[in-house]
């Protein structure tokens, strides 16, 4: 009997391992189970990761170029308006320096001149005596008239006239050829013997004459003009050695001073002999040493 029970035993004992062995397998798939979805749900998880990432670092790039693409904008909006503010200005300076120019800028400076005989007698003896001959003719007569003071009384009267008088000639000839001179020029000369309208300007001296049926006009440079002398009674305006325009003072006083201040401006220092007060004259000095010193 106790035989039997063992074989008996036997089966059940395999039929026990089996279902224990099967048993063990279902609870290794059911313990299997949940780490395997654990790992599934970490690929997953790692996925998604992955792909927001990729999702946020693209939507950053993005926006770093828009904020690239902004600020370049504002730097040339910028830029254009700092170059539209640079052209305002400039052509605020501009117009306001037209408009000061309009403002200061005076207007050209217009008179009508009639010579006299006496004008043209005083400017040809102003040339006599600021030439070479005429101060020979000085000296003559200064010398002459020194012979004659200290010989008189040692020599005989007859001689002391004759001295005298060679001295009084030296001194009359040029005045009474001046005179005469004078005279038949003005009465000779169409352009003398009307009025000149003088216009004086930045550039140079406008010379209008009416005498002839067609208006006859000369515009002076400033290259054109050589000096001009001022003297007691009139402005001298030299084209040439002895040629030039006469400006009496009885027509021009009242301009005198603006007619130095155009000349001044116009002509080098070294040509003008104008009165015009020390400061006038100290003026003139002064540019004609400035002058000088540039040229040497």
């Known amino acids: 009997m106790s035989k039997k029970k063992r074989r008996n035993a036997a089966p059940q004992n395999g039929k026990t391992v089996a279902a224990q062995t099967e048993q063990l397998s279902v609870e290794a798939a059911q313990h299997s189970d949940p780490a395997e979805k654990k790992a599934d749900g970490n690929d997953g998880e790692k996925t998604s990761a992955a792909v927001d990432y990729r999702e946020i670092q693209k939507a950053w790039q993005e926006e770093h170029i828009r904020q690239i693409q902004a600020e370049r904008e504002a730097e040339k909006k910028r830029a254009e308006e700092e170059e539209q503010k640079k052209r305002d200005a400039e052509e605020h300076e501009r117009v306001t320096g037209l408009l000061e120019e309009a ?9 009508d001149v009639q010579i006299s005989v006496g004008d043209l007698y ?25 012979v004659a003071f200290f010989t008189a009384g040692r020599i005989g009267t007859v001689y002391t006239v004759i001295y005298y008088i060679c001295a009084a000639v030296f001194l009359l000839y040029y005045p009474l050829i001046g005179y005469l001179q004078a005279r038949v020029q003005l009465e000779r000369s169409m352009t003398l013997s009307h009025p000149l309208r003088y216009t004086f300007m930045d550039s140079g001296i406008d010379v209008l004459s009416n005498a002839v049926e067609e208006d006859n006009e000369e515009v002076l440079e400033w290259d054109d003009i050589q000096r001009a002398a001022e003297t007691g009674s009139a402005l001298y305006i030299y084209t040439g050695k002895t040629d030039g325009y006469i400006l009496p003072k009885t027509a021009v006083s009242a301009k005198m001073p603006r007619i130095r201040k155009i000349l001044r401006g116009g002509l080098p ?19 004609a040493e400035s002058l000088k010193a540039e040229g040497n």
């Open 103 to 111: 403002n200061i800028r005076p207007e050209p400076l217009e008179m």
């Open 269 to 287: 220092a070294d040509a003008l002999r104008l009165r015009g007060g020390r400061k006038g004259r100290e003026a003139d000095r002064e540019r």
């Open 122 to 146: 005083r400017f040809n003896l102003y040339n006599t005596f600021h030439s070479s001959s005429g101060i020979l003719a000085l000296a003559g007569a200064a010398m002459v008239a020194l």
